[in-house]
């Protein structure tokens, strides 16, 4: 079967079961993902969930982990390692304090964020971990700070792998993940030329799986920062993390995430330990 001979997918129904919550989705609009499959797109009347309909496409939107259009990758890392920074220290996460990186792909990030001071680690089943091996870890276990910077969208079975990310009751958890304010036609974040993209939440969404694992919420369009209730963080801390990414961007370095990176103290970077880490390793 040559590539214009792949069938495209049916939509007929006009309601599915939400991926995350269970609740009736109802059929919103449809539009052709990759060129050539017909995708319905749901909105969940319960956790406002907008989905996907059954990505039968996921096999070619992933010949490759990073999508080619994804031209801002590295910069993106950048942005989101400064905020991170930012928010570790207002939440007071010492160096020493395990953080995950999750869905932490090549392991830019966690690299970025051990050259900073921190101790991070990664994990990731769909992407091979080149920057950062020899630290890859369980979402399993405890961490202090949880990241899945761009990575919520890709999630087919969104109940599974968020019980996945919480399941070490991390005490916080900051996310990427451009949130929607209703179907907007023509929304840039649908990214249908990539078919890596089937689900999307908002800021009401982002409420209902802060009440099933615990947590409390806040953030802006393009970060939310989750603390978990039972966590031992001052609440002045959590007030002033909140704030951090309540004021961010995802295309910029906010003032107030400037600030706190110049009142935070400087931590040694575990560039040289991390290489005799690995030597004794022998990766």
């Known amino acids: 079967m040559t590539a214009l001979e792949v069938p495209r997918s049916e939509v007929a129904v006009e309601e599915i079961p939400c991926r995350l919550c269970g609740a009736a989705a109802r ?9 050539r499959w017909d995708a319905g797109y749901y909105q969940c009347g319960g956790c406002d969930l907008i989905q996907t309909s059954e990505p039968a496409w996921l096999g ?5 982990a990073i ?20 928010v570790a220290w207002a939440l007071g996460i010492k160096a020493e304090a395990r953080c995950l990186d999750y869905g932490g792909g090549h392991g ?3 690299r970025m964020m051990r050259d900073r001071g921190y101790n991070f680690w990664t994990c990731d089943r769909y992407a091979e971990n080149i920057f950062a091996r020899g630290f890859d870890a369980d979402a399993g276990e405890h961490f202090a700070l949880v990241t899945a910077f761009e990575v919520l969208e890709h999630l087919n079975d969104v109940r599974t792998e968020l019980k ?7 005490d916080a958890v900051l996310i990427s993940t451009q949130l929607h304010r209703g179907h907007e036609p023509n929304w840039w974040y649908y990214a249908p030329e990539t078919g890596q993209h089937v689900a999307f939440y908002s800021s009401r969404t982002m ?9 409390i919420t806040a953030g802006s369009r393009a970060y939310t920062l989750f603390v978990r209730r039972e966590a031992a963080i001052a609440p002045w801390r959590v007030r002033i ?26 931590l040694s970077t575990r560039t040289v330990s991390d290489n005799q880490a690995v030597k004794l390793m022998r990766l």
């Open 207 to 215: 409420r209902h799986i802060a009440e099933q694992f615990g947590y």
């Open 27 to 35: 059929f919103i609009f449809r539009q052709t993902v990759l060129r």
């Open 241 to 266: 993390a909140q704030r951090l990414v309540a004021k961010s961007k995802g295309n910029a370095t906010h003032a107030w995430v400037r600030t706190a990176l110049t009142l935070a103290p400087k």
């Open 164 to 170: 996945n990310l919480f399941s070490g009751q991390p």
């Open 108 to 110: 830019v990030f966690t």
């Open 67 to 86: 999508a080619a259009m994804d031209t801002g990758a590295i910069a993106r890392n950048r942005l989101t390692g400064e905020l991170t920074h930012a």
């Open 60 to 64: 070619e939107a992933y010949t490759s």
